[in-house]
């Protein structure tokens, strides 16, 4: 039951973890992989999303920004 909350459409690119920063944004970082490190996140897009309590914010397979209801019990 996830619903789209912004269409942006980006190309996710392999070996990077894709995600809504804290400010809204989308943000990428290299994920570690055996001895490579990973991190240096960087802003890929900037979309200034207001996230509401309650949700999970992630990037879907089409690259864009949904939420879905966390359950708590």
Sequence with gaps: MADKVKKVGIEKEKGYLYYLDKNGDIARSKM????????NAEVVKNTSVTREKGFLYY?????????????RR
Excluded: F, N
């Design 32 to 39: 570690a992989r055996g001895s490579d490190k990973g991190g």
């Design 59 to 71: 990037i879907d397979k089409d690259g864009d920004i949904s939420k879905s209801p966390i359950a």
